[in-house]
């Protein structure tokens, strides 16, 4: 009987927390389930953009291998390097991906390989050497929730597409959680929050094996935890200390996203001192780099990794005698040119091996629910001063800046004028949260009852994950 009350009391206790849940967090959780469990359902495997890298890495990674193998034992001056360096896996992924690079995708069926023909080289236990690709030094951490995934489908005595779909749950439910609490953490706009983390790419992401989706998570987290440090009294150094391990953690998963270091200028000097600033700061930065440069030493060096389409290091040279060829080229091609069509595109929805982008009018409608979501003022009315916007769109154009330069320095050849290959607007997901207090202001902006809104925004999200199923289904039927 006591039993019985306990569980109906936490039960209770359960139902008023549940109650006290903002709309927006409660919106994200329903909607994300739903639509990044559809979009298992619907996108057969190794579909998403470098997904065979993605799932060789983790796959790699649950096995205990970090450092990423060479296909040729020597490599001349001259020879190719590009997918000479991977790792030896089961036989069963690459008949996987040998079948979705065949069938593209397309009325494909369970297991997704080539069962037949290659059950005698999978039953044996055969490897087979797959090459990584751009993905060959990414750190471990972003694929935490798929190694999990893999190493619980191996313990079980699952088959390789079993381990592959578990990675995939994981994948989704890791950034469902995250994300979760980002929105519940943010102290501006949460409605503009769950726009953002219900990005119809990011959803995409995070509900393959790729580790994207905990790149964009994280990131979210972290300034969602940074921006809600703006209103304390006083800042602690557990605080301070978890702020830092979140930093080292995303730089090492993605190296561009030091940058956002700068959002720590945000916080009063009242709360955080210029003088704990400095301390913190350099250490900061200093253990990102340290730790950084102690991955990329057991990884491959960018120059052989990259050397068939580029010269990073030469890049670099004539970036440092000559920096308006660089910038010559983002403003004649991206930020005047028609190039920058692609970045909308593919922050937004361009699915599949990047062959499926949204409709225009989808992706119009997308960023018309964000605009009218970041208005909407927050409970407590959080609002940025002019130099803290100053900060913040300093943090945004020194990020974006950066990124351009990342990929025109490894994808590019040296001086190239008229495009800079293998950008894509899913590189500027994890940043975009920090758009949203840009928005905020003292006074209410949208004289619209908070229902209403809530409507209005849920409506027009609500549709345009529905065209990205619909797309989504056109591009893979059953």
Not at 111 to 133: C, L
Request: charged content about 15%.
């Amino acid at each position: 009987m006591i039993l019985i009350e306990k569980l109906l009391d936490n039960s209770s206790s359960l139902l008023d927390s549940l109650k006290k849940v903002a709309f927006p967090n409660k919106l994200f959780l329903v909607l994300s389930l739903f639509f990044g469990l559809m979009m298992i359902k619907i996108v057969p495997p190794l579909q998403a953009p470098d997904e065979v890298g993605h799932f060789v890495k983790a796959y790699a990674f649950s096995e205990f291998k970090v450092r990423p193998e060479s296909y040729s034992k020597k490599i001349g001056k001259e020879d190719k390097t590009w997918g000479n360096f991977g790792f030896d896996v089961p036989y069963a992924i690459k008949s996987m991906n040998s079948y979705a690079i065949d069938k593209g995708g397309e009325n494909e069926a369970y297991p997704y390989s080539y069962e037949k023909a290659d059950k005698a080289k999978i039953k044996s236990g055969e490897k087979a050497f797959i090459g990584t690709g751009g993905i060959t030094n990414y750190h471990f951490f972003s694929y935490i929730p798929q190694i999990i995934g893999i190493s619980f489908g191996k313990n079980l005595g699952k088959p390789i597409i079993w381990q592959y779909y578990a990675a995939r749950y994981f994948n989704l439910i890791a950034y469902i959680v995250i994300a979760f609490f980002a929105i519940w953490k943010f102290p501006f706009s949460k409605l503009g929050a769950t726009v953002l983390a219900l990005n119809p790419m990011a959803l995409f992401l995070a509900s393959s094996t790729s580790g994207d989706g905990l790149i964009i998570s994280l990131s979210f987290l972290f300034i969602s935890w940074i921006l809600g440090l703006i209103s304390k009294d006083r800042i602690s150094n557990s605080v301070l200390l978890i702020s830092a391990c979140l930093m080292v953690l995303l730089v090492l998963m993605k190296p561009t996203l030091i940058t956002l270091g700068i959002l720590f200028f945000l916080i009063p000097n009242k709360s955080f001192s210029l003088k704990r600033k400095a301390i913190w700061g350099v250490g900061i930065f200093t253990a990102s780099i340290f730790f950084y440069l102690t991955w990329n030493k057991l990884m491959i060096d960018q120059q052989i990794l990259y050397r068939d389409f580029a010269n990073p290091k030469e890049q670099l040279v004539l970036f440092l005698k000559q920096p308006s060829i660089f910038f010559g080229n983002f403003q004649k091609n991206y930020l005047f040119g028609a190039n920058g069509d692609n970045i909308v595109y593919s922050f937004v929805g361009k699915f599949g091996l990047l062959d499926t982008p949204l409709g225009l009018h989808w992706i119009v409608l997308y960023f018309t629910s964000l605009i009218l979501a970041a208005l909407v003022q927050d409970k407590e009315k959080h609002f940025l001063l002019i130099k803290q916007r100053i900060i913040l769109i300093v943090t945004l154009i020194v990020y974006t800046l950066l990124t351009f330069f990342a990929l025109y320095q490894i994808w590019n050849k040296v001086g190239q004028t008229d495009s800079i290959e293998g950008l894509q607007g899913r590189y500027f997901i994890p940043v975009s949260l920090a758009l949203i207090p840009l928005f905020s202001s003292k006074e209410k902006i949208l004289n619209i009852k908070p229902l209403k809104i809530n409507g209005l925004v849920s409506g027009l999200l609500l549709l345009v994950l529905i065209a990205t199923l619909v797309t989504l289904t056109t591009r893979y039927p059953a």
